[in-house]
Structure formats: C-alpha cells, structure tokens
T-cell receptor, first 109, second 115 residues
C-alpha cells in the first residue's frame, strides 16, 4: 500500500469553478504537508505548506489538513485556465518528502 | 537569479550503457536533493546532500546509482549500467535550509529513456 494516495484524474472543470484536490495518507508520523504545482515539462513548484491540522489560505488557494482522518485538501476558487497543471501533495515527518502521484487538472475557458 | 539547472533535459541510451546526469543548484544552497519519477508512479526521494556530504541516501535503489557533489556545488548522478526500469524523470532540487520549513526549488528534470 502506498503511504500517500492521490487520485491521478484527469480532472476537467470550466473556468470559474471551485476545484477540490485531495490526498489521504497512512503514516501517522507525517506532520508537514505541502502542495506542489507542476506545469508540463517543468519541475514541481511549491504552492503552499502547512504544519499539523487546520486551514491555510493564500489568495484563491486554501489548504486544509485533517490529521485525525489522515486527509488533506487543496481548494482552488475561481479557477483559471492558467491553473491547468498537475497538482502534487507531499508530506514529511522530518526530512525527505513523500509525494502523491499527482492530479492532472485542466481548466477550460 | 538562475534556478536549479539540470543537464541534459533528455537522454536516450541502451540497456547496459552509462549515463551521467548533472544538477546545478541555486547558488548558496547547501542542500541538494535527487528525486525520481518512473512512469505511472509518484515522485520518490533518492538522496540528500548537505554541501558535499551525503546526509541521507536511503532512497537510492541499488549500487548501480552513484551520486557525487564534489566541492559542494554541482552534483552528478551516474547510472552504470543502466537497466530498462531506470527510465523515468530525474529531478534535482535545492534549498537553503533543511528541515520541515525548507522550500525546495526543483529543476525541470532529466527525462531518461533506457531502451
């Protein structure tokens, strides 16, 4: 069983939609949670990171962590075509990141 | 400021050959990481350098892989001899600090195809 599960999609939404991306994990030691965005033929780029449970908001992006359920989410409000990319969750207990498989998102104009 | 640079962007080799991947981290970043994504799988950690020292190489798949970071600047990852299952995208990342709040900057990756 993978330590981090993420639905690879693909996910296709119309411009302006609210997007919900999710990951579940099995390792209780994970304390630090991140979301990366990866455009085609580029490396992952850090979008947001959170420590422990709770919400964190940055512009149109909200990251949510529920450690009791071992479940993390990324919400994108008012999605734009420029948000089309692969979104990867990643988490860490101390050093080294464990990634999800990534969800491919397309926002259609 | 230049980001993390990886060479080559693509490499196609035959099984049994040797390939060397290079990573130039962001200047001043002591921490350098190698990650790999094989087809249909998640990105997986390979190893972590702090300056020229290997901090953690627990993700290296086997002894056909050799990573070096002479002088604590650029790093190379050599695969010798390459096998079919080594095909994938190899990412390098660097950061200024290590630990939970580190911000990793990734290169665009090297797409390795072993035929």
């Amino acid at each position: 069983q993978k330590e981090v599960e993420q639905d690879p999609g693909p996910l296709s939404v119309p411009e302006g939609a609210i997007v919900s991306l999710n990951c579940t994990y099995s390792n209780s030691a994970f304390q630090y949670f991140m979301w990366y965005r990866q455009y085609s033929r580029k490396g992952p780029e850090l979008l947001m990171y959170t420590y422990s449970s709770g919400n964190k908001e940055d512009g149109r992006f909200t990251a949510q962590v529920d450690k009791s359920s071992k479940y993390i989410s990324l919400f994108i409000r008012d999605s734009q075509p420029s948000d089309s990319a692969t979104y990867l969750c990643a988490m860490s207990a101390d050093l080294g990141l464990t990634f999800g498989e990534g969800t491919q998102l397309t926002v259609n104009p | 400021e230049a980001g993390v640079t990886q060479f080559p962007s693509h490499s196609v080799i035959e099984k049994g050959q040797t390939v060397t991947l290079r990573c130039d981290p962001i200047s001043g970043h002591d921490n350098l990481y190698w990650y790999r994504r094989v087809m249909g799988k998640e990105i997986k950690f390979l190893l972590h350098f702090v300056k020229e020292s290997k901090q953690d190489e627990s993700g290296m798949p086997n002894n056909r892989f050799l990573a070096e970071r002479t002088g604590g600047t650029y790093s190379t990852l050599k695969v010798q001899p390459a096998e079919l299952e080594d095909s994938g995208v190899y990412f390098c990342a660097s950061s200024q600090v290590s630990g939970w709040n580190e911000k990793l900057f990734f290169g665009s990756g090297t797409q390795l195809s072993v035929l």
